[in-house]
Every structure is written in C-alpha cells, then in structure tokens.
C-alpha cells in the first residue's frame, strides 16, 4: 500500500491498519529493541517528574 492510499483511507481504517501493526509488533517482542537515547530521554523524564512532585 502506498503512502497516497494510505492518505485516502478514513480514520477508522486508519485505526484498524495501525492496530493490525502494533498486534504484529508486540507479538515480535524479542526482535525489538529500544533506540539507545531512549533509556536516556526516561531516565531525564522521571527526574523532571520527580522534581515537580
């Protein structure tokens, strides 16, 4: 599917496309890894919550 069909579809077929991706995704866990600055943006995130709390 291209990105101009994609662009036609409505919201809702849009949803049930990204909810078949992510089923797919979560059900491949082991073959997914976290970008390295991810841990990182976390690890400063909690410090500003934890700052403001």
Do not use: Q, Y
Not at 26 to 37: A, C, H, I, K
């Amino acid at each position: 599917m291209s990105i101009e069909e994609l662009h036609k579809l409505s919201a809702v077929e849009k949803l049930k496309i990204i909810e078949a991706l992510w089923g797919d995704l979560v059900g491949d866990e082991d073959n997914l890894s976290s970008p390295s600055w991810l841990e990182t943006e976390l690890i400063e995130t909690e410090k500003n919550f934890l700052r403001r709390h």
